[in-house]
């Protein structure tokens, strides 16, 4: 069975730097192959797009991201990294993964197979 697991939220300052992880284990696709979705979720708010990476290596990001985040993959540890810059109280929410095997435009429409528990991030000073 697949386990989608995230980590690495915490409070945060304005301006300040967070690197959430995405842990994938379980499936027999290799880890390669899946293309990886970030979302979040900030309360009273629906659940909004922030970046995908394919499984060929290609990123996009939200325009609410872009410039200010970067996505990398460590496939010998079926993780993919989010790395979020410069951030903003309005980045504050939770951070969800979703993940699919066969698919990138569906984990960037948050339609993939699998989603973790999310990791909460907080940005206040």
């Known amino acids: 069975q697949v386990q989608v697991v995230e980590s690495g939220g915490g409070l945060v300052q304005p301006g300040g730097s967070l690197r959430l992880s995405c842990v994938v284990s379980?499936?027999?696709?290799?880890?390669?192959?899946?293309?990886i979705g970030w979302h979040r979720q900030a309360p009273g708010k629906q659940r909004e797009y922030v970046a995908a990476?394919?499984?060929?290596?290609?990123?996009k990001f939200a325009d609410a991201v872009n410039g200010r985040s970067t996505i990398s993959r460590d496939n010998a540890k079926n993780t993919v990294y989010l790395q979020m810059n410069r951030l903003k109280p309005e980045d504050t929410a939770a951070y969800y993964c979703n993940v699919d095997g066969s698919s990138y435009s569906q984990v960037i429409l948050g339609k993939g197979a699998y989603w973790g528990q999310g990791t909460r991030v907080t940005v206040s000073s």
């Open positions: 379980g499936s027999r696709i290799l880890f390669k192959d899946y293309s």
């Open positions: 990476m394919s499984s060929g290596g290609p990123t």
